[in-house]
């Protein structure tokens, strides 16, 4: 065992038997590096990667590869999951000098933690054009010992380029109508017209663009949004990236068609693409949209909940196949031939026609990755649900991928609200308590007794590394959507401890946001990334929970925050809004109102409800009945009810229509679009 026994992050602890002497990212291990004069080797992934796995395999549980690091190197390994800050930073330079990135990632730095040398997978071999891993290591180590001076003079050059990146705000003023349009337009252009989704191969699932889309679409009508919306989620569900017996979705698929994805299995996509899919049911009522919230809820709820009630990062994309190796997908493809074994004759050839099983395959080695066949016409619905179940107890049968079961903040607060919401809007009170049962563990564990949030906790301990920006705004915002599924005014405190955090520690000068806190470890640059990649930048996300925040109470500082933090979506959205999806999404609640929705009414009443189903982008929704309800809300403060009946209040900046007691009339004043 090396010195990454006894840590909290999965994909650390999948190294801590490797030969290589590993350390943690410490300063303890830059002090080594100094007192023996060699470089460090820093090596970044997380547990699910599957590359990561293959280097390591071949590379670092090597007898002489890892004699060679512990003589001319000191080796860190940073889990990326648990230290986004320094993942972002050395990305961001590797990119640079690259014009590419991904994990495994391999930076060489010096003692003072400035890089000079970059890749990412590095094979055992040399290999289309590409050096052995112990090419590289040689070469790294002979220009430290006979080259200094220009090591020196690389890595000065480096850290000044990355010093020079800083945003000093994103614009000069909020997000319009111009700008939106712009985007829009932009995310018209970019889209698939025959598969849905943006862009080409591989293709990602676009949640945030797809929210941006419905909430454009009930403010406005546009019907061109919604059909590209509505487009893209069917496409996906029918999809391979889709796993059409178990529910949930992978990372992404590896070509337009949504057919094969890689396979891991992410709680911020589920999470995500859960919520989408229920805003796309509130604003459609398509069936086929709320199937996939539920199942997608209930797959998070089955495979990814930890015992402690948090919600595990991710499903590796390896498994055990039939012949004992680890190998990408084996969990999840199938052949007629099994099909056959599983269900028969006739039945089989039922399956492979609906799932689109062939025997060439849609995979590797005459396997395929089921998906809905779009030319299955009329099927009998009893027969398919029979034939999934039955596949899906074969499947149980398989070696399972493994879990990284670490509960990273971040991710559980986009659980949280898509789990509150989904379960209100369906009448699954479990899933509520699912999302409250997480919610408690981030107060407990994640929170402490100071409010500070640790980024990750793993069985119930929390781990050593701070909470970035995306952890305060991603646990606010699903703070918020707890609030009022459940009308616990608890959580709005809560958020609002956060937030403040966020206004006090994040926050720059004319607006902008850093991704740590003004309190963290220096790293040779302060990491500030604003656009929306697979989860809302923390830049994006604190921008939304502080505009509904101050929606629910009135506070001038969060509001002048969150028009602060828009600048940026002003500036990218015309340029890029594939990659500013949220900070779209979050800029069309700002031109809304948002609105403010008071019921002074039972939780969970006809006129709670329809609250919560309104399509207003972004609206706040407060309820609850007696005298201390104000207390708990500022929105129930002065809120009578009318004629002894429960009563909606709807509001723009605390400036309300007549209240209501009706619900039809409700759902009108909640449509989205301005009414007369």
């Known amino acids: 065992m090396n010195r990454l026994a006894g840590v909290t992050s999965p994909y650390l602890l999948q190294h801590a038997e490797n030969p290589v002497d590993w350390w943690p990212w410490s300063p303890e291990a830059f002090e080594e590096a100094r007192r023996r004069d060699v470089p460090i080797l820093l090596s ?117 380029d990355l010093a020079g990146r800083s945003l000093a705000h994103g614009g000069d003023g909020v997000p319009g109508e111009s700008e939106v349009a712009q985007a829009l337009l932009g995310l018209t252009r970019e889209y698939d017209e025959q598969y849905g989704g943006f862009g080409g191969a591989p ?223 369906f009448d699954r009170p479990d899933l509520v308590e699912r999302a409250t049962e997480a919610a408690d563990l981030l107060v407990r564990v994640h929170l402490g007794e100071v409010a500070r949030l640790t980024r990750t906790s793993r069985d119930g301990r929390a781990g050593d590394n701070a909470g970035v920006l995306e952890d305060y705004g991603d646990v606010a915002e699903g703070f918020l959507a707890l609030a009022a599924v459940t009308g616990e005014g608890a959580w709005l405190e809560f958020a609002g401890f956060l937030l403040d955090v966020v206004l006090e520690q994040f926050t720059g000068e004319g607006g902008q946001l850093y991704d740590t806190a003004h309190e963290a470890e220096q790293l040779i640059r302060r990491p500030q990334d604003p656009t929306d990649s697979a989860t809302p930048a923390g830049w994006t996300a604190a921008a939304g929970a502080l505009l509904s925040y101050a929606a629910h109470t009135g506070s001038e500082a969060h509001r002048a925050a969150a028009e602060g933090a828009l600048g940026v979506v002003k500036a990218l959205a015309p340029r890029a809004p594939r990659f500013i999806g949220w900070g ?22 006809e006129l709670h409800r329809t609250a919560l189903l309104g399509r207003a982008p972004g609206a706040v929704v407060a309820a609850g009945e007696g005298p201390g309800a104000g207390a708990e809300f500022p929105l129930l403060v002065d809120r009578p009810l009318v004629g002894g009946e429960p009563t909606a209040y709807v509001c723009r900046h605390f400036v309300c229509d007549a209240p209501t007691t009706d619900a039809g009339e409700l759902a009108v004043k909640l449509g989205g679009r301005d009414t007369p």
């Not at 590869?65 to 190197?73: K, P, S």
Request: net charge negative; proline share 5%; charged share 25%.
């Open 203 to 425: 293709k990602f699932p676009p949640s945030m663009a797809v929210e941006f889309l419905l909430r454009h679409y009930s403010r406005t009508g546009a019907e061109g949004a919604l059909q590209m919306a509505a487009d893209t989620c069917s496409a996906m569900a029918r999809g391979g990236i889709y796993d059409q017996l178990g529910g949930g979705f992978a990372r992404y698929s590896v070509d337009r068609e949504w057919v094969v994805p890689h396979f891991e299995k992410m709680l911020y996509d589920n999470a995500l693409l859960c919520r989408v899919y229920a805003h796309l049911w509130r604003t459609t009522g398509s069936e086929e949209a709320r199937r996939i919230a539920l199942e997608t809820a209930d797959f998070m709820v089955r495979e990814l909940r930890t015992a402690e009630g948090g919600f595990a990062s991710a499903l590796d994309a390896d498994s055990e196949d039939q012949e004992g190796k680890h190998v990408e997908g084996a969990f999840y493809v199938w052949t007629p031939a099994q099909l056959r074994a599983v269900l028969g004759e006739e039945d089989g050839a039922f399956a492979a026609a609906y799932f689109g099983v062939t025997e060439e395959g849609t995979f590797e080695e005459g396997a395929s990755v089921l998906q809905l066949a779009g030319d299955a016409g009329p099927v009998d619905a009893e027969r398919v649900a029979r034939v999934r179940a039955r596949l899906l107890a074969a499947r149980e049968e398989r070696p399972r991928p493994g879990r990284d079961d670490k509960v990273v903040a971040a991710w559980n607060g986009l659980a949280i609200a898509a789990l509150a919401e989904t379960g209100a809007y």
């Open 44 to 160: 970044v992934g997380y547990a699910s990667c599957h590359w990561c796995h293959v280097m390591a395999h071949e590379s670092f549980e090597d007898d002489d590869t890892a004699a060679y690091l512990n003589e001319h190197f000191v080796s860190v390994k940073v889990d990326r999951e648990e230290r986004p800050d320094v993942d972002a930073v050395y990305m961001e330079a590797v990119q640079a000098a690259t014009g590419q990135g991904g994990w495994p990632m391999t930076v060489f730095l010096t003692p003072d933690a400035e890089p000079f040398y970059f890749g990412t997978y590095f094979p055992p071999e040399p290999r289309h054009g590409s050096p052995s891993f112990r090419q590289v290591l040689e070469g790294v180590s002979a220009a430290w010992t006979g080259r200094r001076e220009e090591v020196a003079e690389v890595a000065g050059r480096i850290v000044a």
């Open 584 to 605: 779209l999404a979050v800029a069309e609640a700002l031109l809304d109102g948002p609105r403010e929705v008071a019921v002074a009414g039972p939780v969970g009443g």
